[in-house]
């Protein structure tokens, strides 16, 4: 007897009977099970193929949804027979304050509505600063720190050796850009009008502005990195058709021959611009709803680099490359799938691509590479679209930072961890107790986020107020803006 026989028979095999005569088999492939068998796999096989190559990629999802919820378990507490991280690679902070990290000088900072502090390592404090912000937003660029209170009035600048100045402004304060030179760049919210303040490193104000335009809104500000220049991205709506502007003023006495130091403009019409980074010396980038497009330190625009798709997250905190984060297509136009990351140079060209696999839920770009999310997924990935590691994770996580190698700073809603991304090595939380000292929440702000939410929400909300675009860390425009984030 051949095991074949009952392969595809449901009924139990039975001798023949000698005395009855005997008859030929069906070959297996023609009978009726297997035919059936068959056009099932066949009919299957075609739903997976072309949900992966023409659809949303819902089958895919479906599994790998279901393979990651049985290899992992959320739950931040790990068998006591497992590897833990030693206490020395992590600290732990109350889980009811929203802290912010930002990696800084070769260490890191952590910033809450109470204070700033830096940190060489893990659990070793350099300096710290107290302070009371209902909102605070850090902006770090190069060996410089800024601390703003958004819609508050107090604004804190740092180094690496600790406080430089802090100031009180006038009115209500709703954007701050710094250069790596320590100048900075606020924008207020009067009551009738618009106010920006140019300050040096000195704390000193060296230019002022007043925006008193009916239906003109300044949205962002950047400074030079020489220090003689800066811009400001308006949104005005006086026609039926926004336009968007980008008009650069001299910081210095260089601006005398000039009305109120204006000496060029670029506008943009049907276009809601979101955010303004110098990039590559004096070159400035500047990012609408519909393009990014960068000008030259005589306000001439030298390339376009226009977007098919909405964009969820952008980030230019590298400073040599751009991350588009982006989602579905626009109307009309033939872009990427949802969830693919374009990399831009500072020429206007693509660099590479990634496709993540799924919505984009976090974008943060640094020298090492850009950090990807979908969900809890986490990617980092190099400017040419090359995957140079890939982490699942067991629990929320707020932020994953580079620092050194494919060590970073793994950030949950109760601790941070320096550890290698790699070799990852859970940390133990059994015997955690909150931290009483910081139990009250703080306003987390992120630039990606405000970024991506004035490109979202520009065509219906510009003409309410700068305080829907608040500024928060550079360190990534970061939102959806959480992302441009």
Not at 274 to 283: A, C, I, P, Q
Not at 294 to 316: C, G, P, Q, R
Request: proline share 2%; with cysteine.
């Amino acid at each position: 007897m051949k095991n074949d026989d009952l392969e595809f028979e449901d009924e139990v095999y039975k001798e023949p009977n000698s005395n009855t005569p005997s008859r030929s088999k069906k070959p297996f492939y023609k009978k009726p099970s297997f035919m059936l068998l068959f056009l099932l796999i066949a009919f299957v096989v075609s739903i997976v193929m072309y949900d992966t190559y023409y659809g949303n990629q819902i089958v895919k999802n479906i599994i790998e949804k279901q393979k990651y919820s049985e290899e992992n378990v959320e739950n931040d507490i790990v068998d006591e027979g497992g590897k833990t991280a030693k206490e020395s690679d992590y600290m732990t902070f109350g889980s009811d304050t929203k802290s912010i990290f930002n990696s800084f000088g070769g260490g890191f900072l952590h910033c809450t509505k109470d204070g700033i502090k830096f940190y060489t390592e893990m659990g070793k404090e350099k300096w710290n600063d107290t302070f009371t912000m209902a909102s605070p937003s850090v902006i770090v660029e190069g060996d410089y720190v800024a601390v703003a209170d958004i819609m508050g009035r107090t604004v804190k600048m740092y180094n690496s050796n600790g406080k430089v100045y802090d100031l009180s402004m006038d009115y209500p304060i709703a954007k701050v850009s710094i250069n790596k030179n320590g100048f900075m760049g606020v924008l207020m919210n009067g009551s009738s009008s618009y106010i920006i303040k140019i300050i040096n490193s000195e704390g000193e104000v060296v230019a002022e502005r007043v925006e008193a335009t009916k239906n003109v809104f300044p949205m962002c500000l950047d400074i030079s990195e020489d220090n003689n220049v800066f811009a400001v991205g308006y949104v005005d709506t006086t026609d039926i058709e926004a336009v968007s502007k980008v008009v650069f003023f001299y910081v210095s006495e260089n601006g005398g021959d000039y009305i109120d130091g204006m000496f060029g403009a670029i506008s943009k019409e049907g276009e809601y611009i979101g955010y303004l980074s110098y990039v590559d010396g004096n070159n400035i980038v500047a990012i609408t709803d519909s393009s990014v497009f960068a000008m030259d330190s005589t306000a001439k625009e030298v390339w376009s680099y226009k977007l098919n798709n909405k964009l969820e997250y952008i980030s230019l905190s590298a400073g040599s490359y751009i991350a588009l984060g982006c989602g579905d297509s626009m109307d009309g136009k033939d872009g990427y799938r949802n969830g693919t990351v374009v990399f831009l140079n500072t020429n206007g060209k693509e660099a590479g691509t990634f496709e993540s696999g799924g919505q984009i839920t976090y974008l943060k770009s640094y020298s090492q590479g850009t950090v990807v999310g979908n969900g809890k997924k986490f990617k980092l990935v190099k400017k040419n679209g090359g995957l140079v590691w890939e982490h699942r994770a067991t629990q929320d996580i707020k932020d994953i930072i580079p620092m050194d190698k494919n060590n970073v700073l793994y950030v949950t809603r109760n601790y941070v961890q320096y550890v290698d991304i790699k070799n990852y090595v859970p940390v133990s939380l059994k015997d955690y107790k909150n931290d009483t000292e910081n139990n009250e929440t703080t306003e987390e702000t992120n630039v990606e986020n405000q970024n991506n939410e004035v490109l979202e929400n520009g065509e219906a909300e510009n003409s309410e107020n700068v305080e829907n675009t608040n500024s928060t860390d550079d360190s990534q425009a970061e939102t959806p803006s959480e992302n441009a984030q």
